[in-house]
């Protein structure tokens, strides 16, 4: 079973930037889907994006044009970097992975990390 490990959280002030990395134990390249998501204070988890083996991407309309996944299988790493925070971007972010089938809905994804907190300061 694939280990997930993420870092890169912190906190940092409104219309700052954080990246976020994702490494894997094991090739990431078996795995048609990888992504992100995210779980405010006290609110259910969500899709923050995904991106496919073959370099297809989705986006939640809130992160749209400030965020961007991508994935290197040389290193078995995914990062996500995150540009013009905002303070409803506060949440535990967790990389996630899936065999196929990939979409923003958090229920049907396999493997997961144990997360790290990003805190943004309005």
């Known amino acids: 079973q694939v280990h997930l490990v993420e870092s890169g959280g912190g906190a940092v002030e409104a219309g700052g930037s954080l990246t976020l990395s994702c490494a894997a134990s094991?090739?990431?390249?078996?795995?048609?889907?990888m992504g992100w998501f995210r779980q405010p204070p006290g609110k259910e988890r969500e899709g923050v994006a995904w991106?496919?083996?073959?370099?297809?991407?989705e986006y939640h309309d809130s992160v749209k044009g400030r965020f961007t996944i991508t994935r290197d299988h040389a290193q078995n790493t995914m990062n996500l970097q995150m540009n013009n925070l905002k303070a409803d971007d506060t949440a535990e972010y967790y990389c996630?992975?899936?065999?196929?089938?990939?979409?923003?809905?958090?229920?049907?994804?396999?493997?997961w990390g144990q997360g790290t907190q990003v805190t943004v300061a309005s």
């Open positions: 094991e090739s990431l390249r078996p795995f048609g889907c």
């Open positions: 991106i496919s083996v073959g370099g297809g991407r």
């Open positions: 996630a992975a899936k065999n196929f089938g990939c979409t923003l809905e958090h229920r049907f994804w396999d493997y």
